[in-house]
């Protein structure tokens, strides 16, 4: 431990070796509390893209008057495929946030809940970071349309189904950031604890 | 010693675990480099015209129009291109950084800093990905409800090559998904 020494003194962004017990409690905490977010968060994105429904009449260029389009998520199956994904973060964050629960009740076996959270936390950080890529980059096209291949806007007659997908996709947005300090905080923990 | 054994992946000492690991990391971010490189090139040079017969009335001869499709007409495709770019550079910044970061000192802080732009990394990849390849299967399949033509029966070539782009970039963000992992797995080791 000797020669740890002057390296733990050159690592100003961690905690220091001696406060780690408690740093480790309050950081399962905020473990917690994030994961409950992150299950919020998904959940709400899932709810506002379900709702997004609308039919309009006489608003969209190229449809003859009277006639009346509907515009639903499952339209398309990028949205298709943003539904599934944050579903499956929203039971994801459920299921860890029950067992961060436990890491706080037993901290002896906390190390290998943290490795477990690290890994599958960064597994669906790519799902939920695709699935956002996925519905922006259809919405964006609904928005602005592309001259180029003929791909004709929509948002203007869609408003609130557009206004409906950007809410959702603001959401998954904040989701894939709480799922980044999500693992900074398990690599955090995991340093604090083993070096202790 | 102690946290060593409670971290319970199975493995006995430090030293040469390290040496593989730390091999491992620098061929994961060698082979990241390559296939975003190589995603970002396939599709940036991704073109193709054709000349499309356009027929009127049945009195005219065939109008003949040429079309081109080039990648930089979709937004999704220069996100991804954007996005391969920034992890191809970082992926050599960081392969640099860690082959250095060796004998001498072996600075922690550098290591905790690659690990969180690594993270980020892998992020910006995925969501790269999802873009192009919404924009892709819209393409491929068209969007009959919003009037949407597909386009991949026209320029065939110009898609098989958007797809192994694609696929390219998948298998990137999937060998940053591994260094990240690893990351994390290798931190609690590597601070000695």
């Given at each position: 431990?000797?020669?740890?020494?002057?390296?733990?003194?050159?690592?100003?962004?961690?905690?220091?070796?001696?406060?780690a017990?408690?740093?480790?409690?309050?950081?399962?905490?905020?473990d917690?509390?994030?994961?409950?977010?992150?299950?919020?968060?998904?959940?709400?994105?899932?709810?506002?893209?379900?709702?997004?429904?609308?039919?309009?009449?006489?608003?969209?260029?190229g449809?003859?008057?009277?006639?009346?389009?509907?515009?639903?998520?499952?339209?398309?199956?990028?949205?298709?495929?943003?539904?599934?994904?944050?579903?499956?973060?929203a039971?994801?964050?459920?299921?860890?946030?029950?067992?961060?629960?436990?890491?706080?009740?037993?901290?002896?076996?906390s190390?290998?809940?943290l490795?477990?959270?690290?890994?599958?936390?960064?597994?669906?950080?790519?799902?939920?970071?695709?699935?956002?890529?996925?519905?922006?980059?259809?919405?964006?096209?609904?928005?602005?349309?592309?001259?180029?291949?003929?791909?004709?806007?929509?948002?203007?007659?869609?408003?609130?189904?557009?206004?409906?997908?950007?809410?959702?996709?603001?959401?998954?947005?904040?989701?894939?950031?709480?799922?980044?300090?999500l693992?900074?905080?398990?690599?955090?923990?995991?340093?604090?604890?083993?070096?202790? | 010693?102690?946290?060593?054994?409670?971290?319970?992946?199975?493995?006995?000492?430090?030293?040469?675990?390290?040496?593989?690991?730390?091999?491992?990391?620098?061929i994961?971010?060698?082979?990241?480099?390559?296939?975003?490189?190589?995603?970002?090139?396939?599709?940036?040079?991704?073109?193709?015209?054709?000349?499309?017969?356009?027929?009127?009335?049945?009195?005219?001869?065939?109008?003949r129009?040429?079309?081109?499709?080039?990648?930089?007409?979709?937004?999704?495709?220069?996100?991804?291109?954007?996005?391969?770019?920034?992890?191809?550079?970082?992926?050599?910044?960081s392969?640099?950084?860690?082959?250095?970061?060796?004998?001498?000192?072996?600075?922690?802080?550098?290591?905790?800093?690659?690990?969180?732009?690594?993270l980020?990394?892998?992020?910006?990849?995925?969501?790269?990905?999802?873009?192009?390849?919404?924009?892709?299967?819209?393409?491929?399949?068209?969007?009959?409800?919003?009037?949407?033509?597909k386009?991949?029966?026209?320029?065939?070539?110009?898609?098989?090559?958007?797809?192994?782009?694609?696929?390219?970039?998948?298998?990137?963000?999937?060998?940053?998904?591994?260094?990240?992992?690893?990351?994390?797995?290798?931190?609690?080791?590597?601070?000695?």
């Amino acid at each position: 431990m000797a020669s740890a020494e002057p390296e733990s003194a050159k690592e100003a962004p961690l905690p220091p070796p001696s406060t780690a017990p408690r740093g480790g409690v309050n950081l399962s905490l905020v473990d917690f509390g994030l994961r409950f977010v992150l299950f919020a968060a998904a959940v709400s994105s899932v709810v506002v893209i379900v709702t997004s429904k609308q039919t309009v009449v006489g608003k969209l260029r190229g449809v003859p008057p009277g006639f009346p389009v509907q515009a639903k998520f499952d339209h398309s199956p990028a949205f298709i495929y943003f539904v599934a994904a944050l579903s499956v973060t929203a039971l994801y964050g459920l299921v860890t946030a029950l067992a961060s629960v436990s890491v706080i009740a037993k901290p002896n076996l906390s190390t290998k809940f943290l490795l477990h959270f690290a890994v599958w936390d960064t597994l669906i950080l790519g799902v939920v970071a695709s699935a956002t890529g996925a519905a922006g980059g259809v919405a964006y096209i609904g928005l602005k349309g592309n001259s180029h291949v003929r791909w004709d806007k929509v948002c203007y007659a869609f408003d609130k189904f557009c206004r409906h997908i950007g809410g959702a996709l603001a959401a998954s947005l904040f989701a894939s950031v709480v799922l980044v300090l999500l693992i900074w905080i398990s690599i955090i923990s995991l340093h604090a604890r083993i070096r202790k | 010693m102690d946290g060593q054994r409670k971290a319970g992946f199975g493995v006995s000492d430090g030293s040469e675990t390290t040496t593989m690991a730390r091999f491992c990391d620098l061929i994961l971010r060698f082979v990241a480099m390559i296939l975003t490189l190589a995603a970002a090139v396939v599709i940036g040079v991704d073109k193709q015209a054709k000349t499309v017969s356009l027929q009127l009335t049945a009195a005219l001869p065939p109008l003949r129009i040429p079309v081109t499709a080039r990648w930089h007409y979709s937004s999704a495709f220069v996100y991804f291109v954007v996005v391969n770019a920034i992890a191809c550079s970082y992926a050599a910044f960081s392969l640099v950084l860690s082959a250095v970061n060796k004998g001498k000192g072996r600075r922690s802080f550098i290591r905790s800093a690659i690990t969180v732009m690594d993270l980020l990394t892998v992020a910006l990849l995925f969501s790269g990905f999802g873009a192009a390849a919404a924009v892709g299967v819209i393409g491929l399949k068209g969007n009959s409800h919003l009037n949407w033509n597909k386009i991949c029966d026209v320029f065939g070539r110009f898609c098989g090559q958007g797809a192994a782009s694609l696929l390219l970039s998948l298998l990137g963000a999937t060998s940053f998904l591994s260094l990240a992992v690893l990351s994390a797995l290798r931190l609690p080791r590597g601070s000695n």
